[in-house]
């Protein structure tokens, strides 16, 4: 079925580890996004992609690393996880101007 | 930098009753606006995009107005049912990008249809 995938749903770290949440759509759309949504905070972006190898910092980027070799695929990377990042992370997809489609979401809790 | 709000308390309406969510937004003036829903454990998604030349917008029992001079939009839902209870995001491009670079968000409204 076409749609964005994230994985895994649950991931449970230690502060210091590196830990990478994929993210793969099936639309191939252009744009590709990452949020984390906190209580208090609502979605803030983290980074987006406009195309394969093209990034851009969001809101939020501080911490993370993205890449994106292939259209279909924007996988996020925290180097070295800190509880401040303990968060419910999201990944979207869109072309130009248009809605965005989301994922169901990484559950991320760093100990 | 730009600011959404959206009323962040729980909303309580009775069945069949009309819903109104508010969004009000500073510091920008965008090209468009959107709504999304969001149910608990649950990605957000998408159920109405209105543009700056719109003072409305409908589809089947949603309606959406675009006030760009009180910076302001409202989210009707008529008729309601307790399966429109979940919470509703208020969203704009960040930039003229027309959202390529990504959404801001308010914080969300959490309406609870009472049977």
């Known amino acids: 079925d076409a749609g964005i995938t994230q994985s895994p749903r649950y991931k449970i770290t230690e502060t210091g580890r590196q830990v990478t949440l994929m993210c793969h759509q099936t639309w191939s759309h252009s744009y590709m996004f990452w949020y984390r949504q906190d209580l208090g905070h609502g979605l803030r972006l983290i980074y987006y992609?406009?195309?394969?190898?093209?990034?851009d910092k969001g809101e939020v980027p501080d911490g993370y690393v993205v890449s994106r070799s292939k259209t279909e695929n924007f996988p996020l990377t925290l180097e070295s996880a800190t509880r401040s990042q303990t968060s419910v992370y999201f990944c979207a997809s869109s072309e130009w101007g248009q809605p965005q489609h989301f994922g169901d979401g990484t559950r991320l809790s760093i100990l | 930098s730009q600011k959404i709000e959206q009323n962040s308390e729980a909303l309580n309406i009775q069945e069949g009753k009309t819903a109104t969510l508010t969004c009000n937004y500073t510091?920008?003036?965008?090209?468009?606006l959107q709504w999304y829903r969001q149910d608990p454990g649950r990605g957000p998604v998408f159920l109405l995009l209105i543009r700056e030349n719109e003072k409305e917008k409908r589809k089947e029992r949603l309606k959406v107005t675009f006030d760009t001079t009180l910076k302001q939009s409202l989210f009707h839902i008529t008729a309601s049912q307790p399966a429109d209870s979940a919470t509703y995001l208020c969203a704009l491009a960040r930039y003229s990008g027309g959202g390529a670079d990504g959404l801001t968000f308010g914080k969300g409204t959490h309406l609870i249809i009472q049977p």
């Open positions: 992609s406009a195309a394969a190898d093209i990034t």
């Open positions: 510091n920008y003036s965008p090209a468009y």
